[in-house]
């Protein structure tokens, strides 16, 4: 069975660190597809935060949390890590991580795979 698994969420206040982590399990050929991360503030819609792919190793961010966010992988943990420095309280929401055999990495649809989510929450 696929599954995904986040977790690292939690409060925060503005200026902190979570690191989130997305175990995969079930997955066969998981280094040959990519990660990525989403999330999902009350009354919006989900959104592209980074990814990572497992191919060539290249990482993506969405413009708002470039310079504050990293994505790393651990190949051997099957984990992918979402580091988050420099929190904001815009950076409040449900993060969702996700797998698929992705071209456009913030196109949702092209996801296989999703976990049930962690919530982050930055208080100012």
């Known amino acids: 069975e696929v599954q995904l698994v986040e977790s690292g969420g939690g409060l925060v206040q503005a200026g902190g660190s979570l690191r989130l982590s997305c175990s995969a399990s079930g997955f066969t050929f998981i280094d040959d597809y990519v990660i990525g991360w989403f999330r999902q503030a009350p009354g919006k819609e989900r959104e592209g935060v980074s990814s990572f792919d497992g191919a060539d190793r290249s990482t993506e961010y969405a413009d708002s949390v470039k310079g504050r966010f990293i994505i790393s992988r651990d190949k051997g943990k099957k984990t992918v890590y979402l580091q988050m420095n420099n929190l904001k309280p815009e950076d409040t929401g449900v993060y969702y991580c996700?797998?698929?055999?992705?071209?456009?990495?913030?196109?949702?649809?092209?996801?296989?795979?999703w976990g049930q989510g962690t919530q982050v929450t930055v208080s100012s």
């Open positions: 996700a797998v698929g055999p992705v071209v456009d990495w913030n196109n949702q649809a092209q996801y296989d795979y």
